[in-house]
Structures are given as C-alpha cells and as structure tokens.
C-alpha cells in the first residue's frame, strides 16, 4: 500500500485508501440526493434543503480527498487563500441575488 508523501511544495498526496474512501463518499453523496427527488414524496424545501447540504458535503470530499486541501499543506496558505475565495464567491452570488430580487420588487410596484 502506497504510504502518504509529502512533496517539497508542502502538498500532501493521499494514499489509495484515502482515494477508495473519497470515490465511495462521493457515489453516496450523489445517489442519496437523487434517491430523495425521486423516491421520497417530501416537501419541495426540504428536497431543496437536503440537496444543498449534500451538496456542500460533496464539496467537502472533492476538496479534502482528491484536492488534498487541509490546513497543513503549504503552512496553511491553500486552505487560507480557498476561504478568501469562497467568501468573495458567496459575497458575489449573494450580493446579485439581493439586487434582483430588489430589482424584481421594485419593478412589480
């Protein structure tokens, strides 16, 4: 079994295991949301509700088993500069959907 290394960068490449566990974890978070549209006759915001937070779990497992992005690889600065980025892509998407529906608010007056 190939054991986990460490390049000269900081980066940390994962071992098979970790990679067997992330592509199990990944199969599950995407058939679960599925099996929930399909199967299950619940409420459309829960439907809504339970397909965001598998999908932010997704978004987990890809990050932290294939991208190997933690808090020790590189003194912290990858796991440091995808927090900036994801505050500036929250503060964008939100910041367009406040001015549309504002926009659509003031347009039905």
Request: proline share 1%.
């Amino acid at each position: 079994m190939k054991q986990s290394t460490v390049t000269s960068s900081g980066a940390d490449h994962g071992t098979y295991a970790s990679y067997i566990i992330g592509f199990v974890l990944s199969i599950l978070l995407t058939i679960i949301p599925y099996y929930i549209v399909v199967y299950l006759d619940i409420s459309t915001g829960f439907k809504t509700l339970s397909i965001v937070i598998l999908a932010v779990a997704q978004l987990l497992v890809q990050l932290i088993f294939f991208l190997h992005l933690n808090t020790r690889s590189e003194k912290g600065w990858n796991f440091l500069s995808f927090v900036f980025t994801m505050l500036v892509v929250l503060i964008l998407i939100g910041g367009s959907l406040w001015i549309m529906y504002h926009l659509r608010a003031n347009m039905m007056l």
